[in-house]
């Protein structure tokens, strides 16, 4: 590119998802041509930004994926009868089961079949450390403009690549994330409408990136600050210099027992509850009839939907704090610290929190999941939901559902510490799972402020 007639030598990259991923490849061959990247919505490490999240396999987008990429092979080779096959698949999901037919051209036109190996690989292999950037990222240095979104299933590569450059970096990093899905990036997203100042503002971003680092021509509306981030609530971009919090607030789980069965039951309080007896809530888990994805960062139909008939399940345990007397701006990270145990050899947890409204509409803006893979519930569970940007207004309030299963986001746990390829077998019973708050088990959720 750069001996082409009519280039000064310098070349710039953009382009989102896999594209985004191919700057990144293409950044850790150092070519002195390469001046900036502008990757968006990407994977930094491959297992648990992309494949994984908390070793929980995302099987929807996962297996969406691979059947695309097939049917576009089979297009290629011409082989219409498997990409009839492959093409009809990705227009209704065998989310349940892969018919053998299905399978058979899925494995033949799956590029390297990286499907399966996804699926079989385990966490630390040499597998994942050839494939991920991060691996081969420690001596790039370029300018980059990071992009991703609220409800993207890659934003926590996009959080982790940027965090990374920031700290060994000598030239600009700067961030954008939008109330946006991996697509579309516009105002409107799932339920919610975020008003025309969430429309799509990369494009210009871009172009005056490129500018300033191709051209040499600076332009005053390319934001100097490092960050520049959609505030969900107030539905206002806002500009910072870091994603660093005033202080962090915890709310600790309580309840009756009853926080399955009544939506009043469970509550979110500030104030600790370490001097009362400890408390447990129980979830059976059967996996005839497990909990629906709705929404979140990690679906094909991403974004912020109402969920208050969602809740309403017995295996699903809600947690809601009272309606808050101002305004509560949340920014970055949220964590749980989560106290729990299984009749099972392994088990997962999902963890959904919601803006609550006066009229008993409840509205998803961010979720976690975790595969829990050693049962022991002296010791907290701890994990990292969606990092978001949202401002609670008063007279509102939070909410947080525990459930045991988000299907088919992610695959459906047996109980087993298996690949998620296992299949039913005969002895697949419902998993009794408990959590517990109160004495010396603070099961907490951790949001950081503005």
Known sequence: MANLEGCNGKVGMYGFSYQGMTQLYCAISQHSALKTICPAMIAYDLYSDWAYENDAFCYELNLAWAIQLSAETARLKEDLTAYKILYLASRNLPLYDIPIILEEVLRKYCPSNFYYQWLTHPKNSDYWQNLSPKTYFQNVDLPMLHIGGWFDTYLRGTLNLYQEMRKKTKFQQSLIIGAWSHLPWGNTLGDRSYTKKANNNVNEHQILWFNKYLKGIKNSKLFEQNIQVFQM??????????????????????????????????????????????????????????????????????????????????????????????????????????????????????????????????????????????????????????????????????????????????????????????????????????????????????????
């Open 233 to 450: 609530g107030s539905n206002q971009w806002i500009k910072l210099d870091s994603f660093k919090s005033k202080k962090p607030i915890e709310f600790y789980l309580k309840s009756t027992g009853l926080a399955n069965i009544r939506d009043d039951d469970g509550k979110l309080i500030t104030k600790n509850n370490k001097n009362i007896s400890q408390q447990e809530d129980i979830i059976i888990h059967d996996f005839w009839r497990s909990p629906q994805s709705l929404g979140g960062h990690n679906s094909i139909s991403a974004g912020s939907f109402e969920r208050a008939k969602l809740d309403n399940r017995s295996d699903i345990i809600t947690y809601t704090s009272d309606f808050f007397t101002e305004d509560l701006e949340i920014i970055g990270d949220i964590v749980l610290e989560i106290y729990a145990e299984a009749d099972s050899e392994s088990f997962d947890l999902c963890a959904i929190t919601s803006q609550v409204f006066p009229d008993g509409k409840v509205y998803n803006f961010s979720q976690g999941y975790i595969k829990v893979k050693e049962n022991n519930s002296s010791q907290a569970i701890k994990f990292k939901l969606q990092s978001t940007c949202i401002k609670i207004e008063k007279n509102t309030a939070i909410r947080l559902s525990i459930s045991c299963a988000n299907f088919p986001a992610y695959g459906v746990n047996l109980g087993k510490n298996e690949p998620q390829s296992s299949h039913l077998s005969l002895n697949n019973n419902p998993i009794t799972i408990s959590i517990f708050s109160g004495n010396k088990t603070l099961s907490k959720i951790i949001f950081n402020i503005l």
